[in-house]
């Protein structure tokens, strides 16, 4: 079991990560402290969850030490201005309690109200800025989330900085492929969230036979399967049992059981452009 990558800036990560996405303040904080007390040490968030502030108590509280733990939050999507990335990077320090991140990310290439506009010129302004806040140290590492390649480039051309990470949906039946090889032909570490589908993973009985065979959750074969995939899981949950649970990977999946899981296509919700 691979406890960390290397990213592309010669930092590491933790290979598992707990997502706090549609998770409130009293969950969020619950989840997170249930997490580090088990093991976890990477932590998602972003502004957009509005769950920053309870997430940074909740590391606060933990006893663990801040150089310990790996913090990754994002940029609201509608921010596409140098000024404004900077701005709401330090209102994201301030309500994690923190001063400095190890890894903020472009939330998106378009504003959630708009998606599929052509933000080039702000992604670029806003890149920027965080290229500039990783210089000053604030931030550790700088990425971009739910990118395709011909939405990254641009980024690279204008400054020189790669991503080193691009977090998109991706799980089994939904794993973006194109997004997926040009991370890899570019070094850049695809981040996997809902890697259980938002739950509906969980319904499958082909994936639930294999997860049966092998004698692991279902869950844990889906977050498996994404470690397999070369991809840093995300996986979200506020019950402390299945927290625990979800870190407990010390398993192989055969290549006949990869093939099949590989094979899986369509079966459940697209993402918001494959």
Request: hydrophobic fraction near 40%.
């Amino acid at each position: 079991m691979i406890d960390k990558y290397l990213l592309n800036d010669g930092r590491e990560i933790p290979a598992v990560g707990l997502g706090t996405w549609q998770s409130a303040k009293p969950d969020a904080y619950r989840a997170v402290r249930a997490a580090i007390d088990c093991g976890y040490r990477h932590i998602d968030t972003a502004y957009a969850y509005d769950n920053e502030d309870a997430v940074g108590q909740a590391v606060r509280d933990s006893g663990v030490g801040r150089e310990n733990l790996y913090i990754t939050t994002k940029l609201p999507s509608d921010i596409k201005t140098y000024g404004g990335a900077k701005e709401y990077c330090l209102r994201s320090l301030k309500a994690l309690g923190t001063d400095y991140l190890d890894l903020y990310l472009i939330h998106a290439p378009w504003p959630w109200s708009a998606v599929g506009t052509d933000c080039t010129e702000g992604n670029i302004e806003a890149w920027k800025a965080l290229a500039d806040l990783k210089k000053d140290g604030i931030l550790r590492s700088i990425g971009v989330s739910n990118f395709r390649g011909e939405e990254i480039a641009p980024l690279v051309e204008a400054t020189g900085v790669t991503p080193a990470v691009n977090q998109i949906r991706f799980f089994i039946g939904n794993t973006q492929e194109p997004v997926w090889e040009y991370c890899r032909q570019h070094g850049i570490l695809v981040e996997a969230y809902s890697p259980l589908a938002t739950g509906k993973i969980l319904e499958n009985g082909e994936i639930a036979a294999i997860a049966e065979k092998l004698g692991v959750s279902l869950a844990q074969l889906c977050i498996k399967y994404c470690i397999c995939r070369g991809t840093l899981p995300l996986p979200k949950s506020v019950n402390p049992v299945r927290i625990a649970e979800n870190l407990k990977l010390n398993f192989e999946i055969p290549e006949e059981d990869m093939k099949v899981l590989n094979a899986i296509k369509g079966l459940f919700p697209k993402p918001y452009r494959s």
